[in-house]
């Protein structure tokens, strides 16, 4: 007899089975370590940005350097200003494991092209300290809230535990975004392996979000019909 785990759940038992325990435990790992990512990316842009709105327009210069316009009392870091710099692999893997969220929101770099919730709160209160605790306070909510849904609510249960697209991208990711914190950005942009390195499980975590996103739509479709019937047939009693 084949074993219950080796097939797709139920859609009308198992497709909204809350799985308290797993969400918070996947909910918990992400946040914390997207946490550490955010806060060490903004650490060394702090000193930067000011702790009052400044309603001057910035245009950086295209042949200045940052540390050439700081010297002319020039701030990158003010509202218009961009700093351009190359993505460090403990970011480019934590924000293919967090893909979904990264689209939608955006992935936030201080003193860069705004994303989308970036425009939202620095119309309000500009480039401003203020503007950057609330966005990576509303970012690292969006992220916890992500995974304590996608992570209490598993689409398959495989024999192997870490063939459900959430596990696998954790799998995946973890041991690579942890690696990257110990990995110093001179060190990173130095060595031209590291990139390439990281780009691995980052390409493979956005191709399991692919392959989460198909397992949705089509146990919806699934589910969707045996819903309408069962409306159906209450109303009819």
């Known amino acids: 007899m084949t074993s219950a785990r080796n097939k797709f759940a139920n859609p009308s038992d198992s497709l909204w089975a809350m799985n308290w325990r797993r969400g918070i435990v996947l909910a918990a790992i992400h946040l914390i370590v997207a946490g550490v990512v955010i806060v060490r990316t903004e650490w060394s842009y702090w000193p930067n940005i000011r702790a009052e709105r400044v309603r001057v327009p910035v245009v950086l210069p295209p042949t200045a350097t940052a540390e050439q316009a700081m010297e002319a009392n020039f701030f990158p870091c003010d509202e218009g200003g961009i700093i351009d710099r190359a993505a460090p692999p403990r970011e480019i893997v934590v924000g293919a494991a967090n893909m979904p969220m990264v ?135």
């Open 103 to 237: 689209l939608l929101v955006g992935w936030h770099e201080p003193c860069a092209q705004p994303s989308a919730l970036d425009n939202v709160v620095e119309k309000r209160y500009g480039r401003t300290r203020t503007a950057e605790v609330l966005i990576l306070a509303i970012q690292c909510a969006v992220f916890g809230v992500w995974w304590f849904i996608v992570g209490g609510y598993p689409l398959v249960t495989p024999r192997r535990w870490w063939l459900e697209p959430v596990a696998f991208i954790t799998t995946c990711t973890l041991p690579v975004a942890l690696a990257s914190l110990l990995i110093p950005d001179g060190f990173a942009f130095q060595v031209p392996v590291v990139h390439p390195v990281a780009m691995i499980p980052a390409v493979i975590a956005m191709l399991a979000w692919l392959w989460w996103v198909g397992l949705l739509i089509w146990k919806t479709a699934r589910f969707a019909p045996r819903l309408f019937v069962r409306s159906r047939k209450r109303v009819a009693l």
